[in-house]
């Protein structure tokens, strides 16, 4: 059976009335699906209200305790809600859920090495069973980029690595098809240019734009996460423009296709 | 099959050593139970921080939006996660939830007649096959004082009110115990003294202790909520002390039983 994973990162979720339209043509994806959103400014913004400092350590972003309960609010309850409520509007039986619900997601907290992130975790499990028990009542999973560990803890956890976790985990019994939702149209060959989407990319051409320089920064840790998940049974990945996911979904034909060969 | 029913209030939720200790006890209980929390006053703290007003009306608390996305991040975020991730650690399989997650409880916004306020939810109706189906999972759902609407709003809503309706509508399908726990070792024939707990109220006996003031305020909607899930075919209404949750549960031999004759 086919399963649907798609991630929208923060800019999606800034966008109020953006948002609302995503929504609208992800709750028209046939059959089952899957939501997993990342955090967006709000956090930041709401941080900086309550007078929690964002700590960085060598470019790096720390959650501390006072960040992760900010994070645990906005993710989980505000954004995670928000979206889900939407979604029973269009029809959509959402529901909301941290790795901690149901124990879907179990992290363990990274380990201190050079740097200490703090309350981040690094996924270790992912209880594909429950989320297909939920999928078979008819349930569509809105995952919050929020995990736990067995101490109790919640963990923040990059949405990216949760997405593609899940899309793996879930390989072992459904045809899964990841799709990535961005800002842009899809991997670009040139930065400059947004309509120079690469329609498809294979490891080989990404080892030559990476080391060209033509993909960079943010996008080799999406792409090492897209490329994972294909390697590990995820049928197919497709990194493209939230308000194309539709067409990326049911036809193929939009963003970028990563295939193995 | 039995079913618990637990409702905890916000000074549970605020003392974060006794609310572990009560987490445990519940973790303890055998058999399928759901557990509904209250708010707690960290929703008011987080909101006097951000410079959110809390807006009274002839004494009542209004729910304006920013209030709303205030207690969706604290009730829905940080306090439902704190207690899922908490009874997780205990190895109890909990599902945090608010009524929009899986369409559970749906609500409709309060009808503005002399005082408007807000978003607040009346509670329409709780999809108990939907509950019934994650019971039948393993897992433990935790409710957020917090339900929605057809037109995708989350709603504020009164705890005591949610556990009456989920027991209810639970009802049907289980045998259920419902167990309201407070700060006090249960309804208290004089208000004086904390260890003139009434071990059976019956009706006739509440209207009584209502005529002479032993019964006021806060504990008369308490009451009317617990009678009516009596009459409505919960099996068991117990108002206990959180510490005597186990016993009441259990034995049935803390604090007050309501019972109909």
């Known amino acids: 059976m086919k399963l649907t994973v798609v991630k929208i990162g923060g800019n999606v979720i800034d966008n109020q009335e953006f948002c609302r339209s995503f929504l609208q043509d992800f709750s028209q994806i046939e059959g089952p699906k899957i939501l997993v959103h990342g955090g ?15 700590l960085m350590v060598d470019g790096r972003r720390i959650t501390d305790k006072p960040m992760l309960d900010v994070v645990t609010m906005v993710y989980g309850g ?3 809600k928000s979206l889900v409520a939407q979604l029973q509007s269009f029809n959509t039986n959402a529901i909301g859920l941290t790795g901690a619900d149901g124990g879907v997601i179990l992290s363990r907290k990274r380990p201190v090495k050079e740097i200490d992130y703090g309350f981040v975790g690094d996924i270790e499990k992912v209880d594909s069973g429950q989320i297909a028990g939920m999928l078979g009542q008819g349930l569509t999973p809105v995952f919050a ?18 997405a593609q976790a899940v899309a793996v985990a879930m390989a072992e019994e459904f045809e899964v098809n ?17 309509d120079s989407v690469i329609s498809t990319l294979i490891p080989s051409l990404y080892e030559q734009y990476k080391a060209s320089g033509a ?22 990945v497709i990194i493209c423009h939230a308000a194309e996911v539709k067409q990326a979904v049911s036809e193929g034909i939009a963003g970028t296709k990563l295939v193995l060969s």
Chains 1, 2 share one sequence.
């Open 40 to 54: 967006g400014k709000i956090a930041t913004n709401i941080a900086e209200k309550l007078g929690i400092e964002t």
């Open 78 to 80: 505000l954004v995670n």
């Open 145 to 162: 980029p929020l995990t736990f560990d067995r101490d109790g803890n919640m963990l923040n956890t990059n949405a990216d690595t949760q």
């Open 178 to 194: 990841l799709v990535y939702c961005f800002e842009k149209k899809g991997v670009l060959s040139n930065p400059e240019d947004d």
């Open 215 to 236: 993909i960079f920064k943010g996008m080799i840790p999406k792409l090492d996460n897209a490329f994972k998940a294909l390697s590990e049974g995820v049928s197919q």
